[in-house]
Protein backbone atom coordinates (compact mmCIF):
# COMPACT_ATOMS: atom_id res chain seq x y z
CA UNK A 1 0.00 0.00 0.00
CA UNK A 2 1.49 3.62 -1.45
CA UNK A 3 1.90 6.60 1.58
CA UNK A 4 -0.61 8.72 0.01
CA UNK A 5 -3.09 5.32 0.49
CA UNK A 6 -2.04 4.64 4.00
CA UNK A 7 -2.88 8.30 5.23
CA UNK A 8 -6.25 8.24 3.37
CA UNK A 9 -6.81 5.12 5.67
CA UNK A 10 -5.54 6.46 8.90
CA UNK A 11 -7.78 9.65 7.90
CA UNK A 12 -10.88 7.40 7.56
CA UNK A 13 -10.10 5.21 10.44
CA UNK A 14 -10.04 8.70 12.95
CA UNK A 15 -13.28 9.56 11.73
CA UNK A 16 -14.99 6.67 12.97
CA UNK A 17 -12.87 6.55 16.74
CA UNK A 18 -11.43 8.59 19.43
CA UNK A 19 -7.48 7.31 18.92
CA UNK A 20 -6.34 4.88 17.10
CA UNK A 21 -2.97 3.15 18.18
CA UNK A 22 0.10 2.00 15.81
CA UNK A 23 -0.42 -1.59 16.00
CA UNK A 24 -3.91 -1.74 14.87
CA UNK A 25 -2.78 0.87 11.95
CA UNK A 26 -0.11 -1.38 11.27
CA UNK A 27 -2.51 -4.34 11.08
CA UNK A 28 -4.80 -2.86 8.90
CA UNK A 29 -2.60 -1.65 6.39
CA UNK A 30 0.42 -4.06 6.56
CA UNK A 31 3.22 -1.67 6.90
CA UNK A 32 5.59 -1.93 9.36
CA UNK A 33 4.95 -0.05 12.72
CA UNK A 34 7.90 2.35 11.79
CA UNK A 35 6.26 3.32 8.62
CA UNK A 36 2.94 3.90 10.46
CA UNK A 37 5.12 6.34 12.96
CA UNK A 38 6.12 8.32 9.83
CA UNK A 39 2.85 8.39 8.02
CA UNK A 40 1.32 9.78 11.50
CA UNK A 41 3.98 12.39 11.91
CA UNK A 42 3.44 13.68 7.98
CA UNK A 43 -0.33 13.53 9.22
CA UNK A 44 0.18 15.77 12.49
CA UNK A 45 2.68 18.20 10.62
CA UNK A 46 -0.46 18.97 8.24
CA UNK A 47 -2.90 19.69 11.52
CA UNK A 48 -4.53 16.50 10.58
CA UNK A 49 -4.14 14.30 13.51
CA UNK A 50 -2.36 14.90 16.76
CA UNK A 51 0.23 12.27 18.49
CA UNK A 52 -0.17 10.67 21.45
CA UNK A 53 1.67 7.70 23.26
CA UNK A 54 1.31 4.72 21.05
CA UNK A 55 -0.89 6.53 18.68
CA UNK A 56 -3.12 9.13 17.67
CA UNK A 57 -5.92 10.78 17.89
CA UNK A 58 -8.28 13.59 16.03
CA UNK A 59 -6.99 17.25 15.75
CA UNK A 60 -10.22 19.22 17.34
CA UNK A 61 -10.29 22.53 16.61
CA UNK A 62 -10.01 24.67 19.50
CA UNK A 63 -13.81 25.93 19.27
CA UNK A 64 -15.10 22.84 18.62
CA UNK A 65 -16.54 20.43 22.16
CA UNK A 66 -16.82 17.02 21.14
CA UNK A 67 -19.88 15.89 22.91
CA UNK A 68 -20.12 14.73 25.74
CA UNK A 69 -21.55 11.09 25.06
CA UNK A 70 -18.59 10.58 23.28
CA UNK A 71 -15.78 11.65 25.71
CA UNK A 72 -17.61 9.39 28.35
CA UNK A 73 -16.37 6.30 26.69
CA UNK A 74 -12.80 7.76 25.80
CA UNK A 75 -10.24 6.43 27.60
CA UNK A 76 -12.30 5.07 30.19
CA UNK A 77 -9.03 3.18 32.09
CA UNK A 78 -7.24 6.36 32.38
CA UNK A 79 -10.15 8.58 33.65
CA UNK A 80 -10.94 5.70 36.53
CA UNK A 81 -7.69 5.81 37.77
CA UNK A 82 -6.91 9.43 37.54
CA UNK A 83 -10.28 9.50 39.59
CA UNK A 84 -9.35 6.72 42.49
CA UNK A 85 -5.83 8.64 42.39
CA UNK A 86 -7.69 12.18 43.11
CA UNK A 87 -10.39 10.89 45.82
CA UNK A 88 -7.42 9.40 48.18
CA UNK A 89 -6.70 13.08 47.80
CA UNK A 90 -9.85 13.85 49.68
CA UNK A 91 -9.86 13.76 53.73
CA UNK A 92 -13.25 13.13 55.07
CA UNK A 93 -15.00 16.07 56.30
CA UNK A 94 -13.74 18.48 53.87
CA UNK A 95 -16.27 20.49 51.54
CA UNK A 96 -15.69 19.91 47.22
CA UNK A 97 -16.55 21.94 44.46
CA UNK A 98 -16.49 19.53 42.03
CA UNK A 99 -16.56 20.44 38.20
CA UNK A 100 -18.38 19.18 34.83
CA UNK A 101 -16.84 17.01 32.42
CA UNK A 102 -16.45 12.71 32.17
CA UNK A 103 -13.21 12.29 34.44
CA UNK A 104 -14.71 14.46 37.19
CA UNK A 105 -18.37 12.10 36.98
CA UNK A 106 -15.81 9.32 38.18
CA UNK A 107 -14.84 10.76 41.22
CA UNK A 108 -18.36 11.79 42.01
CA UNK A 109 -19.17 7.68 41.61
CA UNK A 110 -16.31 6.97 44.39
CA UNK A 111 -17.39 9.72 46.97
CA UNK A 112 -20.75 8.20 47.37
CA UNK A 113 -19.43 6.43 50.28
CA UNK A 114 -17.63 9.71 51.67
CA UNK A 115 -18.06 11.80 54.29
CA UNK A 116 -18.02 14.48 52.74
CA UNK A 117 -19.65 17.89 51.20
CA UNK A 118 -20.05 17.89 47.88
CA UNK A 119 -21.13 20.79 45.51
CA UNK A 120 -21.38 19.45 42.03
CA UNK A 121 -21.10 22.04 39.11
CA UNK A 122 -23.02 19.36 36.57
CA UNK A 123 -26.45 17.61 36.54
CA UNK A 124 -24.85 14.37 35.65
CA UNK A 125 -22.43 14.61 39.00
CA UNK A 126 -25.93 15.65 40.83
CA UNK A 127 -28.26 13.03 39.97
CA UNK A 128 -25.02 10.30 40.66
CA UNK A 129 -24.87 11.77 44.26
CA UNK A 130 -28.61 12.09 44.77
CA UNK A 131 -29.12 9.18 47.35
CA UNK A 132 -25.25 9.20 48.04
CA UNK A 133 -26.22 8.57 52.35
CA UNK A 134 -22.84 10.58 53.48
CA UNK A 135 -22.46 12.96 51.38
CA UNK A 136 -23.91 16.44 51.71
CA UNK A 137 -24.82 17.12 48.57
CA UNK A 138 -25.27 21.12 47.79
CA UNK A 139 -26.76 22.19 44.48
CA UNK A 140 -25.55 25.37 42.72
CA UNK A 141 -28.04 27.38 40.87
CA UNK A 142 -27.76 28.79 37.40
CA UNK A 143 -28.32 27.49 33.86
CA UNK A 144 -27.48 23.65 32.66
CA UNK A 145 -25.86 23.65 29.33
CA UNK A 146 -27.83 21.54 27.09
CA UNK A 147 -26.32 17.17 26.63
CA UNK A 148 -23.02 18.64 28.52
CA UNK A 149 -25.48 19.83 32.05
CA UNK A 150 -22.61 21.62 33.05
CA UNK A 151 -24.22 24.51 35.54
CA UNK A 152 -23.04 28.18 34.14
CA UNK A 153 -24.22 31.57 34.17
CA UNK A 154 -24.62 34.55 36.86
CA UNK A 155 -26.70 32.14 39.69
CA UNK A 156 -24.34 29.92 39.49
CA UNK A 157 -21.85 31.95 39.95
CA UNK A 158 -23.39 33.98 42.64
CA UNK A 159 -23.63 30.02 44.65
CA UNK A 160 -20.03 29.80 44.03
CA UNK A 161 -18.98 33.41 45.72
CA UNK A 162 -21.27 32.73 48.74
CA UNK A 163 -19.60 29.34 50.01
CA UNK A 164 -15.27 28.62 50.74
CA UNK A 165 -14.43 25.16 49.58
CA UNK A 166 -11.32 23.18 51.24
CA UNK A 167 -10.52 21.64 47.25
CA UNK A 168 -11.68 22.14 44.10
CA UNK A 169 -11.55 19.21 41.71
CA UNK A 170 -11.25 20.75 38.46
CA UNK A 171 -11.24 18.91 35.01
CA UNK A 172 -10.37 20.92 32.04
CA UNK A 173 -11.26 20.53 28.56
CA UNK A 174 -7.76 20.64 27.26
CA UNK A 175 -4.33 21.68 29.52
CA UNK A 176 -0.96 23.07 27.86
CA UNK A 177 2.70 24.48 29.56
CA UNK A 178 1.59 27.65 27.66
CA UNK A 179 -1.85 27.83 27.39
CA UNK A 180 -2.79 26.29 31.03
CA UNK A 181 -6.08 25.23 31.42
CA UNK A 182 -8.28 25.90 28.70
CA UNK A 183 -12.56 24.89 27.77
CA UNK A 184 -13.93 25.31 24.87
CA UNK A 185 -17.29 27.18 26.93
CA UNK A 186 -16.75 30.74 27.83
CA UNK A 187 -19.27 30.81 30.54
CA UNK A 188 -17.98 27.07 31.35
CA UNK A 189 -14.35 29.04 31.63
CA UNK A 190 -15.64 31.58 34.05
CA UNK A 191 -17.56 29.23 36.30
CA UNK A 192 -14.24 27.11 36.70
CA UNK A 193 -12.25 30.42 37.60
CA UNK A 194 -14.91 30.91 40.70
CA UNK A 195 -14.15 27.69 41.74
CA UNK A 196 -10.91 27.95 41.90
CA UNK A 197 -10.98 31.59 43.64
CA UNK A 198 -13.26 30.16 46.46
CA UNK A 199 -11.13 27.04 47.45
CA UNK A 200 -8.12 26.24 49.14
CA UNK A 201 -6.84 24.20 46.99
CA UNK A 202 -7.06 22.75 43.67
CA UNK A 203 -7.12 18.91 42.29
CA UNK A 204 -6.72 19.24 38.36
CA UNK A 205 -7.89 15.96 36.36
CA UNK A 206 -5.92 15.65 32.57
CA UNK A 207 -5.96 12.26 31.23
CA UNK A 208 -2.77 11.96 28.58
CA UNK A 209 -5.22 13.09 25.49
CA UNK A 210 -5.68 16.75 26.84
CA UNK A 211 -2.17 17.11 27.09
CA UNK A 212 -0.38 19.72 24.96
CA UNK A 213 -3.82 21.19 23.44
CA UNK A 214 -5.67 24.23 24.01
CA UNK A 215 -9.35 24.93 23.70
CA UNK A 216 -11.01 28.71 23.36
CA UNK A 217 -10.99 29.74 26.38
CA UNK A 218 -8.92 30.20 29.34
CA UNK A 219 -9.07 29.50 32.66
CA UNK A 220 -5.89 29.35 34.56
CA UNK A 221 -2.30 29.37 34.30
CA UNK A 222 -0.83 25.70 34.40
CA UNK A 223 1.20 25.99 37.05
CA UNK A 224 -2.10 27.76 39.17
CA UNK A 225 -3.56 24.37 40.87
CA UNK A 226 -1.67 22.39 43.83
CA UNK A 227 -1.63 19.04 42.01
CA UNK A 228 -2.27 17.68 38.95
CA UNK A 229 -3.09 14.38 38.09
CA UNK A 230 -2.67 12.63 35.04
CA UNK A 231 -1.97 9.00 33.76
CA UNK A 232 1.41 7.51 32.17
CA UNK A 233 0.35 8.64 28.54
CA UNK A 234 0.78 12.04 29.64
CA UNK A 235 3.87 13.77 28.12
CA UNK A 236 6.92 13.00 30.40
CA UNK A 237 8.71 15.69 29.71
CA UNK A 238 6.03 18.19 30.32
CA UNK A 239 5.25 16.41 33.84
CA UNK A 240 8.42 17.20 34.74
CA UNK A 241 8.58 20.46 33.19
CA UNK A 242 5.07 21.18 35.37
CA UNK A 243 6.64 19.68 38.66
CA UNK A 244 9.77 21.69 37.99
CA UNK A 245 7.38 24.55 38.80
CA UNK A 246 6.41 23.83 42.27
CA UNK A 247 2.62 21.53 40.73
CA UNK A 248 2.74 18.48 42.44
CA UNK A 249 1.90 15.68 39.72
CA UNK A 250 0.06 11.78 40.49
CA UNK A 251 0.54 9.78 37.56
CA UNK A 252 -1.91 7.37 38.11
CA UNK A 253 -1.60 4.23 36.37
CA UNK A 254 -4.66 1.56 35.33
CA UNK A 255 -5.54 -1.24 36.76
CA UNK A 256 -5.36 -4.63 35.47
Same mark, same amino acid.
Given at each position: ?? #???????????????????????????????????????????? #?????????????????????????????????????????????????????????????????????????????????????????????? #?????? #??????????????????????????????????????????????????????????????????????????????????????????????????????????????
Amino acid at each position: MR #GNERQRLIVERLRGAQQVTVAELAEVTGASEMTVRRDLDVLAAH #GVLRRVHGGAVPATPSGVEPPFAARAVSAPGAKKAIARAAVELIRDGETIVLDSGTTALEVARLLRDRAVTVMPLSLHAVTELLDAPRVRLLVP #GGEPRP #GELAMIGPLTLASLRMLRFDVAVLSPCAFDLEAGLTAFDLHDAEVKQQAIAVSARSLVLVDGAKWDRAALAHICAADRPDVVVTDPTAPEDQRRALAERGVLVHVAAEEH
